[in-house]
């Protein structure tokens, strides 16, 4: 079972470029969503998806970009990255029911200059 | 919004000594609850979840938690510490819709041979 996947598992980003981070899940999963790992603030919601073309904010969605053309895939879009946004990127996917856990990819690893 | 306070960003345990993981919420409603582990340089993995029904709930790998609600805790056990459980542990909480989960800012486990 593939799981969650995410690509790519690392990437360094000049200040001002712009890059997607993809997110794949094969379980069906009608819940998708995406975080930020930095130390000591543990995981932080980025945005998050109910099903197919319905996204929503968390926490902290500011200078990110999401959309859900299909039920399989959730990118995320730096459109001008900061340093600030140098972060490790977590996807995760669950089943809609508010009870389920989510699944969790292995990670991107990102760096800005 | 939901917080989650995780006591004790490190926690050093000697092999074969119980591990202690404490987690406080605060919800006025019943969360859902969760304890993930993180090993390094991958995502999250799911050790156990209470969403209704038995207070303690038994994990993966000898994990246990107990939920108590007029304490608003949910802190992790296991009776005897091996070396392969050093890692990361975040405990998690969502509610309602269980749109947005919250994720303490993790405790990181050493286990002393």
């Known amino acids: 079972n593939a799981g969650v996947t995410q690509t790519p598992k690392f990437q360094v980003l000049k200040t001002g470029q712009s890059m997607t981070l993809q997110c794949a899940q094969d379980m069906n999963h009608e819940y998708m969503s995406w975080y930020r790992q930095d130390p000591g603030m543990g995981l932080r919601l980025i945005h998050y998806s109910v099903g197919a073309g319905i996204t929503d904010q968390g926490e902290v969605p500011n200078g990110y970009n999401v959309s859900r053309s299909t039920t399989e895939d959730f990118p995320l879009r730096l459109l001008s990255a900061a340093p600030s946004q140098t972060s490790v990127y977590f996807c995760?996917?669950?089943?809609?029911?508010?009870?389920?856990?989510?699944?969790f990819g292995d990670g991107t690893r990102l760096s800005i200059l | 919004a939901q917080s989650v306070t995780q006591l004790g960003s490190h926690v050093s345990v000697s092999e074969g000594a119980l591990v202690l993981l404490r987690c406080n919420y605060s919800s006025s409603v019943p969360p859902y609850l969760f304890w993930y582990v993180q090993y390094p340089n991958q995502g999250l993995q799911l050790l156990l979840k209470y969403t209704t029904g038995a207070t303690l709930v038994k994990g993966i790998n000898g994990f246990e938690a107990e939920f108590k609600k007029s304490e608003t805790s949910f802190h992790l056990t296991k009776p005897s510490a091996h070396m392969s459980d050093a890692a990361e542990y975040f405990c998690a909480v969502s509610e309602g819709t269980g749109n947005q989960f919250y994720f303490g800012t993790g405790t990181s486990l050493t286990v002393i041979p």
């Open positions: 995760a996917s669950k089943k809609g029911q508010s009870y389920q856990p989510q699944h």
